[in-house]
């Protein structure tokens, strides 16, 4: 199978796990995405975080009303505009893979997000 850990072994490239995390808009309602991208970068950086899932409504919105489409769309763009150079030298930042949800029921959906 391709990319398999003989795949890895046969080419001699070092291969390490992903790490992945979920979490929600941190701050308060109408209050932008700040706090939520600064502990993205905080994660990424000092955990080795290689893809980010962010639930676009904060804790105390639970699973009611709107989600925050533009929020989630700050953090996208803040952590796409981190990509410097290979990502692979000490001090470069790097870009990080975001995935937003929230509300998402269809396939006309998931084209807005």
Do not use: Q, W
């Not at 072994?9 to 991208?37: E, N, Q």
């Not at 990502?87 to 269809?106: C, H, L, T």
């Amino acid at each position: 199978s391709s990319g398999g850990p003989s795949t890895a072994a046969a080419t001699g490239k070092r291969t390490k796990p992903r790490l992945s995390a979920k979490i929600r808009l941190l701050g308060s309602s109408g209050g932008g995405a700040g706090d939520t991208v600064r502990f993205a970068r905080r994660l990424r950086d000092e955990s080795g975080l290689d893809l980010l899932a962010v639930h676009c409504r904060r804790r105390e919105d639970k699973h009611d009303g709107p989600p925050d489409y533009g929020a989630g769309g700050e953090i996208v763009r803040a952590l796409k505009e981190d990509a410097v150079g290979d990502g692979e030298g000490e001090g470069k930042a790097r870009g990080m893979p975001v995935a937003i949800n929230g509300d998402v029921k269809s396939l006309r959906d998931a084209r807005m997000v």
